[in-house]
């Protein structure tokens, strides 16, 4: 266990809305990491944050945008939701001070209506 | 790009059987590689992180073998039980794009029948 809380856990909400899930760590990690995680395409990254205010896009990163404004909070944010972003969300966190294992949290189920 | 698979995508074996699980990769420079656990509804346990100078790692009743050479991962399940019934889901972390990267296999569904 990281220390890692995701929120919500659960949420459903309508075509066009903006959403925004938050991942928050306890441990003061540098990395954080968004994934998503769909039936037969598995774990895919969206963004990932390597300190502060500075992100990068990962392999599906149309339609998402994130934000770090401190160590413990990395936000993911759909800014007009679709159906095709219906899915569970990852958070995680890499410990470079354990061998860079990785660690997630337990999801946010998204649905969109 | 680095493409990881796992096989089978289920498998079904009696309680009390030793098994083993396949995960292999395509580009051989990795950091490490780490296996994961997931059941239902949950999110990924981290189960065992091999790095790239090691062959193997041990924990409980698991056993986790790297041959990079080959691109080949086992994860080695011994006397299963019905609580190891999951998703395992290995990943290789590689020098990708200048970043460090994961990519993740699509996981073997086990189940292990009373």
């Known amino acids: 266990d990281a220390g890692i809380t995701q929120s919500p856990r659960h949420k459903v909400t309508e075509t066009g809305t903006p959403v925004t899930l938050r991942c928050h760590q306890t441990e003061n990690h540098r990395y954080m990491y968004w994934y998503r995680q769909d039936p037969g395409h598995g774990l895919r990254l969206i963004h990932y944050?390597?300190?502060?205010?500075?992100?990068d896009k990962g392999e599906v990163s149309d339609g998402y945008s994130v934000s770090r404004s401190k160590t413990e909070d990395f936000l993911l944010t759909l800014e007009s939701a679709t159906s095709s972003q219906t899915s569970v969300y990852f958070c995680a966190i890499r410990n470079d001070s354990a061998g860079n294992t990785i660690y997630f949290g337990e999801g946010s189920w998204l649905t969109v209506v | 790009k680095q493409e990881v698979t796992q096989i089978p995508a289920a498998l079904s074996v009696p309680e009390g059987e030793n098994l083993v699980l396949n995960c292999s990769f395509t580009d051989s420079a990795i950091y490490n590689l780490q296996w994961f656990r997931q059941d239902p509804g949950k999110g990924l346990t981290s189960l065992l992180l091999i790095q790239s100078s090691q062959r193997e790692q041990t924990s409980g009743r698991l056993n986790a073998s790297l041959d990079k050479s080959s691109g080949r991962s086992t994860l080695y399940i011994a006397a299963s039980q019905p609580g190891d019934s999951a998703t395992y889901l290995c990943?290789?972390?590689?020098?990708?794009?200048?970043?460090?990267?994961?990519?993740f296999g699509k996981g073997t569904k086990l189940s292990v029948i009373p």
């Open positions: 944050s390597y300190g502060v205010k500075d992100t």
């Open positions: 990943a290789v972390a590689y020098s990708g794009a200048g970043s460090y990267q994961l990519t």
